[in-house]
Each structure stands twice: as structure tokens, then as C-alpha cells.
């Protein structure tokens, strides 16, 4: 069974502080994604990471994928307020025969203070 | 509109009622997935579809069914509503393995 997990689960930054979120998962996979959510909103998709050692970086977040180590990490540098949010990685679990759905950390709730 | 849309936003329902939430997608995106996003579990998993008429179970699947028979709907029915069923749902559809896949704007089921 595939399983992700996310630390911390709670953070609370001020703004200007660079920070980063871990997430570790426990089966081979080459397939990581994260997503940002607003609260009473949907998923948006952040980042897409096919591969052992890609790097995406999208203005202040950067992430990261090590498929050795089963370890991605998101990066935030210079936190602004409008960073405020929850967080959440996910893993394919791609079994061979297609896309089976993704597995979610519990998610990151991001809280960046003035 | 173009996109993934879900429907009805709001519902509340009894206990034992049967009830559907629908999603259509615009994008002729193969693969399809419901989840469900409770407090402390982040979202898991319901049914997912990786083609019309081609549905598999997810990690939680007691109490769902799903169909479809067009590519751009994916219906999740549950057939006799449970309180423990009270969630926010997401639909999701991906247009392949290596993609992102793209999430409705959720439907929040009370079962009361």
C-alpha cells in the first residue's frame, strides 16, 4: 500500500522567511505532483515531476523530486501572504497498466504572516 | 463552459436515500477519478475510469457506484446515503499517465 506523508502538517512563517515542506512516500514511483488549495476552494495544480531529479520552480516555489530517497520537497523563498494556503503532494499509483489515481499527503496548511 | 464542472455544489440528503453527483469534463480527457476530502484524511480515492465503460475501485469504494458510458461524464452514486459519507467530493480528469489531472470545484454532501 502506497503511502505518503507530509511534514510538517502545520506551518506558521513570516513573511520574507524561506521555508520548505517535505514529502515522503513508501513505493517506487516516478510520478509526483503538487497542488495548492484555498480554503472552500478546488485542487490547482502547482508542479509535475516525472523523473529522478527534476526541478520545477514557479516564482517563489521550487520543487524538487528524488526517487531514490522517495522524496520530494517544495521550496519557498521570500514567503508572501498571498502563499498562504494548504499544500498537498501526491503520488501515481501507477501499477503498470495506466494511471490508478493519485495518493495524497494529508496536505501542508500554510500560514504566512505580515 | 470549458472544463470540469460538478454538480449540484451543495447537498444535503437523509439517511438511506439514494443520491448522484455528476461531473462532465470538456476536454475528451481519457482518465476520470472521484475522491473525497475529509478533515484528517486529506482526499482519497473513490472509483477512478481510465476510458468509457472501463471503471476500477479506488482505496474507499464501499457505498459508490460509478459509471460511464460517455467520456465526459462520470457519475458517483451513492446508494443508500450514510452519515460517515457526509464529505466534500472532487472530480478529477487527466488526459494521460504523464499529465496533471485537473479537479472540479467540489460538492459538499451533508447526510443528515
Known amino acids: 500500500e502506497l503511502k505518503v506523508e507530509q511534514n510538517p502538517l502545520f506551518l506558521s512563517m513570516q513573511e520574507g522567511k524561506n521555508y520548505t515542506i517535505y514529502c515522503n512516500y513508501s513505493t517506487t514511483s516516478d510520478r509526483l505532483y503538487w497542488y495548492r488549495q484555498d480554503p472552500g476552494k478546488s485542487l490547482e495544480s502547482l508542479f509535475v515531476?516525472?523523473?529522478?531529479?527534476a526541478v520545477k520552480q514557479e516564482g517563489r516555489l521550487m520543487a524538487s523530486l528524488d526517487t531514490k530517497a522517495r522524496l520530494s520537497t517544495l521550496h519557498i523563498t521570500a514567503a508572501v501572504h498571498d502563499l498562504s494556503a494548504t499544500y498537498f503532494c501526491a503520488v501515481d499509483m501507477y501499477s503498470g497498466g495506466g494511471a490508478d489515481g493519485l495518493t495524497f499527503g494529508k496536505g501542508t496548511h500554510l500560514i504566512i504572516q505580515p | 463552459d470549458a472544463g470540469i464542472t460538478q454538480s449540484p455544489r451543495y447537498k444535503i440528503t437523509e439517511t438511506g436515500r439514494q443520491v448522484t453527483l455528476m461531473c462532465h469534463q470538456t476536454w475528451s480527457h481519457s482518465y476520470m477519478f472521484w475522491y473525497r476530502q475529509d478533515l484528517g484524511h486529506g482526499l482519497r480515492l473513490i472509483y477512478y475510469?481510465?476510458?468509457?465503460?472501463?471503471?476500477d475501485k479506488g482505496e474507499v469504494p464501499d457505498g459508490y457506484v460509478v459509471s460511464r458510458s460517455k467520456t465526459e461524464n462520470f457519475p458517483l452514486t451513492l446508494e443508500s446515503a450514510t452519515r460517515s459519507q457526509t464529505s466534500v467530493y472532487f472530480c478529477?480528469?487527466?488526459?494521460?499517465?504523464?499529465?496533471?489531472?485537473?479537479f472540479g470545484q467540489g460538492t459538499r454532501l451533508t447526510v443528515v
Open positions: 515531476l516525472l523523473s529522478n531529479g
Open positions: 475510469s481510465a476510458a468509457a465503460d472501463i471503471t
Open positions: 478529477a480528469s487527466s488526459e494521460s499517465i504523464w499529465q496533471e489531472a485537473f
